[in-house]
């Protein structure tokens, strides 16, 4: 049962255009938000999160919009520069005893900027 | 800061051996470490978490006989996939959460690729 999606396997984006990236929950308990960066045989990297509480959270070119009544995030990235390119994650999370500290994942958007 | 360190990158065994993964958290301590795996173009699937000093929690459909993991101290996890056949080739990744820092923060180690033979 897959919690979190991203419904967009790819993105192809200009230099210096914006990046959105999507993603869509359906588990109304999580508390907090993350996205990832990934490249080929490594580890993700963390790139921005935003709280249950807040719905918009910026961090230089990142910017996180969390929709709560929608259950949809999004990830905005400009200007999108060729070494954005990568696979990226959203994450959630909850606070209940049982999901503590866990984070479950989307499928990933692989973006490709061009020069 | 932050860093978590996986060893080896990549391994290579036979059907029927065991293979130990190492996770290390280098400048911090890990009260909980998260062992991953993730399928070629495909998310990553959270296998157990590794609290120190206590049994791992697996999530439901990972068995545990066959994937031990031991987090004997705050820096160190390690993750056993024992009698490894084919089909536990994988890209397995660790994450490991600071002991002071926020809930939900988690820092990932470069991954280790598994493949069996």
């Known amino acids: 049962d897959q919690q979190v999606k991203q419904n967009s396997p790819s993105l192809s984006v200009q230099e210096g255009r914006i990046s959105i990236l999507n993603c869509d929950y359906t588990?109304?308990?999580?508390?907090?938000f993350l996205w990832y960066k990934k490249y080929p045989a490594e580890g993700p990297t963390f790139l921005i999160s935003?709280?249950?509480?807040?719905d918009k959270n910026e961090d230089g070119r990142f910017t996180v919009f969390l929709n709560k009544s929608a259950k949809h995030l999004s990830l905005h990235i400009v200007p999108s520069q060729p070494g954005d390119s990568a696979v990226y994650f959203c994450?959630?999370?909850?606070?209940?005893?049982?999901?503590?500290?866990?984070?479950?994942f989307g499928a990933g958007t692989q973006v490709v900027v061009t020069p | 800061g932050a860093v978590v360190s996986q060893h080896p990158s990549w391994v290579i065994c036979k059907s029927g051996t065991s293979v130990k993964i190492e996770c290390r958290s280098l400048d911090f301590q890990a009260t909980t470490m998260f062992w991953y795996r993730q399928f070629p173009k495909q998310s990553l699937m959270l296998m157990a978490t590794s609290n120190e000093g206590s049994k791992a929690t697996y999530e439901q459909g990972v068995e545990k006989d066959k994937f031990l993991i031991n987090h004997a101290s705050l820096t160190l996890s390690t993750l056993t996939v024992t009698s490894a056949h084919p089909e536990d080739s994988s890209f397995y990744i660790c994450?490991?959460?600071?002991?002071?820092?926020?809930?939900?923060?988690?820092?990932f180690g470069p991954g280790t690729r598994l493949t069996v033979t």
């Open positions: 994450s490991a959460r600071e002991a002071s820092g926020p809930s939900y923060e988690q820092y």
């Open positions: 935003i709280s249950s509480i807040k």
């Open positions: 994450a959630a999370g909850g606070m209940t005893t049982d999901s503590w500290g866990k984070l479950q």
């Open positions: 588990n109304s308990m999580f508390d907090y």
